[in-house]
């Protein structure tokens, strides 16, 4: 089966548009399509999906309990756990397991606030 070359009469609409037109249109579709799925990771992560991030990100299940536990008590869970952790490690210049395990001893919480804003970022 031979598909009709279509192309022409398809692009019809996007042929006027310079390079940067059509890259701007580009990331705007990306977004559109992309805008729901993080939306419904905002909305319906859990303790359970926070930590299975972190055991991934090299955490053992004895320090990844108190980070989740801090994020959701500072009402960052729909930031998600690991960003919260690669965040502060950017912010503090060290490494994402320094990081995370200094939050895990209770360190550094303060800062969190200041990144997230009470959870605004």
């Keep these: 089966m031979k598909r009709p070359d279509d192309y022409e009469k398809r692009r019809e609409h996007l042929k006027a548009l310079t390079d940067e037109q059509l890259k701007d249109r580009f990331w705007e579709l990306a977004n559109k399509i992309v805008e729901p799925m993080l939306d419904m990771g905002y909305k ?3 303790p359970s999906i926070e930590r299975s991030i972190l055991l991934r990100m090299g ?3 004895i320090e990844v309990k108190p980070i989740v536990d801090g994020v959701t008590k500072k009402g960052l869970m729909g930031k998600g756990a690991g960003n919260v952790v690669w965040r502060l490690s950017k912010k503090l210049g060290i490494s994402v397991r320094e990081a995370g395990l200094a939050l895990a001893e209770g360190k550094y919480w ?7 804003e009470g959870g605004k970022n």
């Design 59 to 61: 955490f053992s299940s």
């Design 110 to 116: 303060d800062e969190v606030d200041a990144l997230f």
């Design 44 to 46: 319906y992560t859990t």
